[in-house]
């Protein structure tokens, strides 16, 4: 099981008002299988690799949501941290039996993470690769608090991203998951309604590593004041998928709905999709070279 450096995305599962759905519809999404964990809570895995977890909703105004861990080897160090920075730890630190010990906090501007203390679960056993986590980014309305939070937290150093001509609708202006203008939901939010550019994307890049595109592990969005204020800040996840039409097409004949409709970025091609009860993905598919390798 590889070992995840300090802040790195190690872990992600969603909360589900149902479990036995949502194992059936991630099991055809992605062809997942599943081993029921300890209570209400199933270890989803791909190609025998642990990848993610689905968990029943204990409590009903829980979300329905897919959340991100990040890897810390000291938690009580970083909910200190949190705090100081301005941000609100929701769970303070509960251990998990011999798995490890999380923790749950937002930021300053309201997006929900959470940390994760290795025992003898690691995290995901399989990254981008198809049917595996490959990209996680925050939204907010508050970068000028969320960046130097982030940064003041994790240690991440950011490379910032501006939007700039008509080809900066890809990642070079809002990160691997650029949405189109005609978006519906959540992911809307990175353009503007009138088909305006992206408002700037950072990334991250873990401390002691050169910043940018090559050593990022997620990034920062920003949406904008053309939305309704009702739309909370939140954490977008990224699984990697061998074709994206076909799974934006799957994800409908099996309940789903499509957010963003697949389309093209430098990336690879992508498309925000939400499952049978409500919780919001997106789905990349990395380019092919010249010579046929992704």
Same mark, same amino acid.
């Given at each position: ?5 300090? +802040?790195? &995305?190690?872990?992600?599962?969603? /909360? ?7 194992? *059936? ?6 062809? !997942?299988? %599943?081993?029921?964990?300890?209570? &209400?809570?199933?270890?989803? %895995? ?17 979300? #329905?949501? !897919?959340?991100?861990?990040?890897? #810390? ?9 949190? *705090? ?19 923790? /749950?906090?937002?930021? &300053? ?6 940390? !994760? @203390? ?5 995290? %995901? /056993? ?8 490959? !990209?996680?980014?925050?939204? #907010?309305? @508050? ?8 940064? =003041? ?5 950011? =490379?910032?991203?501006? $939007? +700039?001509?008509?080809? $900066? ?8 998951? $650029? ?6 939901? &959540?992911?809307?939010a990175r353009t503007g309604p009138d088909d305006s550019p992206p408002v700037g994307f950072r990334m991250w890049s873990p401390a002691g590593t050169e910043p940018g595109p090559d050593t990022a592990v997620g990034g920062r969005?920003?949406?904008?004041? $053309? %939305?309704?204020?009702?739309?909370? +800040? ?11 039409? *076909? #799974?934006?097409?799957?994800?409908? *004949?099996?309940?789903?709905?499509? +957010? ?7 990336y690879g091609r992508m498309a925000v999709l939400q499952d049978d009860q409500g919780a919001v993905f997106a789905v990349l598919q990395p380019p092919v070279s010249e010579n046929g390798a992704e």
């Open positions: 099981m590889a070992v995840f450096a300090r +802040s790195a &995305p190690c872990w992600v599962d969603v /909360q589900l008002p149902d479990l036995e759905a949502g194992k *059936r519809f991630y099991g055809e999404l992605f062809g !997942w299988t %599943f081993r029921a964990g300890e209570g &209400p809570y199933a270890d989803a %895995f791909s190609g025998g690799k642990l990848v993610a977890a689905l968990a029943a909703k204990q409590d009903g105004r829980m979300p #329905t949501a !897919w959340g991100i861990y990040f890897a #810390t080897d000291d938690i009580a160090a970083s909910v200190a941290r949190i *705090r100081e920075a301005g941000g609100q730890v929701i769970t303070e630190p509960v251990r998990a039996g011999r798995a490890g010990v999380l923790a /749950q906090a937002a930021d &300053p501007g309201g997006a929900v993470f959470g940390l !994760w @203390q290795a025992g003898d679960r690691e995290g %995901f /056993q399989k990254q981008n690769e198809p049917g595996s986590f490959c !990209w996680t980014e925050v939204h #907010t309305r @508050q970068k000028d608090r969320v960046d130097p939070f982030y940064e =003041t937290v994790f240690g991440f150093q950011g =490379t910032d991203l501006e $939007a +700039s001509g008509p080809e $900066a609708s890809g990642p070079e202006a809002s990160g691997p998951g $650029a949405a189109r203008s005609d978006a519906s939901g &959540p992911e809307a969005s920003v949406i904008t004041d $053309a %939305f309704p204020a009702e739309l909370p +800040s939140y954490f977008l996840n990224y699984f990697a998928v061998e074709d994206c039409n *076909r #799974t934006a097409g799957n994800a409908v *004949r099996l309940g789903g709905r499509i +957010s963003a409709p697949p389309f093209d970025i430098p």
